[in-house]
């Protein structure tokens, strides 16, 4: 079964700093891979998402994600922090079915100004 | 703009009181889920709706149950709630992508429910 590791539980950045969130993938098969951002009190939304096309994934809000599969890896990456980004953020890894997401246990992004 | 509604967005209820969380959703898509997220937790899947079949997780205690009368509404019903079910209760949807490998998920907002 697929699983996925988000190596750390909380990172904290300068705003105007880059952001870089760690994520592992374990699959079988070949996976997709998403990242949602949850701000507090409110839904996920979908920053972006890998499907087996460019291994290079641009999102939303100035996000973009590298799919490297040598390195069971689609760490989260953003160049310029906002304090708007502050929020928890998931990575969840599918291998197609309807009730197999499978989430990491979060990553809490603090911006300091 | 297409999407998920959640309603109420925070419900309070008592110890062993029943309580109806509702979804609807404007994007016509055919599979429905609830998830239960506790305080600095991933999501918990629930159950699902493909259409009409529910399918329900394996370590999904029987006090949860949903109903799902039509395509756009779906509803948590929790029979008697503990203290333990205190959480936020996020409904999403996806569309059926036969021939793909993945299922996007649309969230809502979110209910956070209290337990007194």
Redesign the interface.
Not at chain 2, 40 to 43: D, N
Not at chain 2, 100 to 110: A, I, L, V
């Given at each position: 079964a697929q699983s996925v590791t988000q190596l750390d539980s909380h990172v904290s950045v300068s705003e105007g700093t880059p952001v870089l969130l760690r994520c592992n993938y374990s699959s079988s098969y070949s996976p997709s891979l998403f990242w949602y951002v949850q701000h507090p009190n409110k839904g996920l939304q979908l920053l972006l998402k890998y499907t087996s096309a460019a291994t290079l994934v641009k999102g939303i809000n100035g996000f973009e994600a590298e799919f490297k599969k040598s390195e069971t890896s689609f760490h989260l990456t953003k160049p310029s922090a906002h304090m708007s980004d502050a929020a928890e953020y998931f990575c969840v890894v599918s291998e197609g079915g309807f009730n197999d997401m499978r989430f990491g246990a979060g990553t809490r992004l603090t911006v300091k100004p | 703009d297409a999407m998920?509604i959640?309603n109420p967005r925070y419900q309070v209820t008592q110890f062993g009181k029943p309580v109806t969380l509702s979804c609807s959703q404007t994007l016509n898509h055919n599979?429905m889920y609830w998830y239960q997220q506790k305080s600095?937790?991933?999501?918990k899947?629930l159950f699902?709706y493909?259409d009409k079949d529910f399918?329900n997780?394996a370590d999904t205690p029987d006090n949860f149950q949903s109903r799902r009368p039509n395509t756009s509404f779906c509803f948590l019903d929790i029979r008697s709630p503990g203290l333990g079910d205190a959480a936020?209760y996020?409904c999403?949807t996806?569309r059926d992508t036969a021939g793909?490998?993945?299922?996007?998920?649309?969230?809502?907002?979110?209910t956070?429910l209290t337990v007194l």
């Open positions: - | 998920v959640q599979v600095s937790q991933a999501p899947l699902h493909y399918n997780e936020m996020l999403a996806s793909t490998s993945y299922n996007e998920q649309f969230f809502g907002p979110g956070r």
